[in-house]
């Protein structure tokens, strides 16, 4: 019986497991990429274009024989920088799908709130918190009305260690209740909390009880509109005049609650800044539809208002309607809590050279 040359298989089959890698590392990687990133399919059938300029010199050695480095590398992009692209995108898509809806409804001049089953839509449909906060969403402040939802709180209010500025809160309309502010200086030890209402003389009851932080809140019977007239009662000021008067470069958090009012208001704020970034990290801003000075009639009354917003940088990422409203005076629902994250500028939320923390 001849002897079995028996050498060739291992070779053999560590050759097939060569190959076998090679053509799954292949097959994998343009998959594993993320599907917002990769180009478009039709490129990838054809040669890559001629590269625009020489690939980066690696490092070498002069004749002195002194080793120069070469150029750095781009870094790969961050998971925070990711996250907010890929939120924008969805961002974008649903003001698109906004847009078309609009034009189906009957466009900008279609009522907000169509009575009892003339239509199947509310204006609220047309709004959704699409743009995810890229950390932890908690609610902050008392269950029920007065509690806000606020963007990576601990993010927000912690960062004086790597920014070298103070953690600032900025409180407009304080009406009766202030557990939302009294909640903000329990978790930021080091914020400081300034409130603006001329309607009211003093903090609510439980923060003015609360000696353990409360000497970090100030209250100012102002008026934060658009223009600067301390000559007027109540004094007026606009929210670059009343940050420069307190020295403020930025304000992390940024609430309004001034009943029917943040129309003007935010109009006038939002165009003073000419479409330079807004100076604060996240607004929650309580929305009332149907009461105050600018009652809303049809959906492009509002749109007109809300995109200006966006075109300011704001991105929804949270609501909650006012079921209290709806409750108590049996309408609505005209009243809702949104929350906005601003993606222009520079600040801890948005900011992938800080730390974690
Ligand atoms: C993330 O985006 C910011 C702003 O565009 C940019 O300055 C930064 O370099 C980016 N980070 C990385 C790691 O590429």
């Known amino acids: 019986m001849p002897r079995l040359t028996l050498w060739p298989i291992p070779l053999t089959l560590l050759i097939l497991g060569t190959l076998y890698l090679l053509a799954r590392q292949h097959d994998i990687l343009p998959s594993s990429s993320s599907p917002w990133l990769s180009s478009p399919p039709n490129q990838q059938h054809h040669p ?124 407009m309309g304080v009406e009766k209740q202030s557990s939302f502010e009294q909640e903000v200086l329990h978790q930021g030890e080091g914020c400081e909390v300034f409130g603006f209402d001329f309607s009211v003389r003093e903090w609510g009851p439980e923060l003015r009880a609360d000696t353990a932080v409360n000497s970090r809140a100030h209250f100012f019977p102002y008026k934060i509109g658009a223009t600067d007239r301390h000559d007027v009662t109540p004094k007026e000021y606009s929210l670059q005049g009343i940050m420069k008067e307190l020295g403020h470069e930025f304000i992390d958090i940024w609430k309004i609650d001034i009943e029917g009012s943040e129309f003007n208001a935010l109009r006038a704020v939002l165009e003073s800044f000419k479409g330079k970034p807004l100076p604060f990290g996240q607004m929650q801003i309580e929305i009332h539809l149907n009461f105050g000075p600018s009652y809303i009639k049809t959906i492009g009354q509002f749109d007109d208002w809300w995109t200006m917003l966006e075109d300011a940088g704001l991105r929804a990422f949270w609501t909650e309607l006012n079921l209290l409203d709806v409750n108590v005076i049996r309408r609505g629902p005209f009243v809702g809590e949104w929350s906005f994250i601003n993606i222009r500028g520079r600040h801890p939320l948005i900011d992938d050279s800080l730390p974690e923390y």
């Open 48 to 171: 890559p274009p001629p590269p625009h300029h020489p690939p980066p010199p690696s490092g070498h050695h002069t004749n002195d024989d002194v080793y120069v480095p070469p150029p750095p590398l781009p870094l790969p992009d961050s998971r925070l920088n990711l996250t907010l692209a890929g939120n924008e995108l969805r961002y974008q898509a649903a003001v698109r799908e906004r847009r078309e809806l609009i034009e189906k409804f009957g466009g900008k001049g279609a009522v907000a709130f169509p009575d009892p089953y003339a239509a199947s839509y509310t204006l609220w449909d047309l709004y959704q918190p699409v743009f995810s906060c890229p950390w932890p969403v908690y609610r902050v402040g008392t269950m029920g009305d007065g509690g806000k939802w606020v963007c990576g709180l601990h993010r927000a209010t912690h960062h004086t260690p790597h920014t070298k500025r103070p953690c600032v809160v900025y409180s």
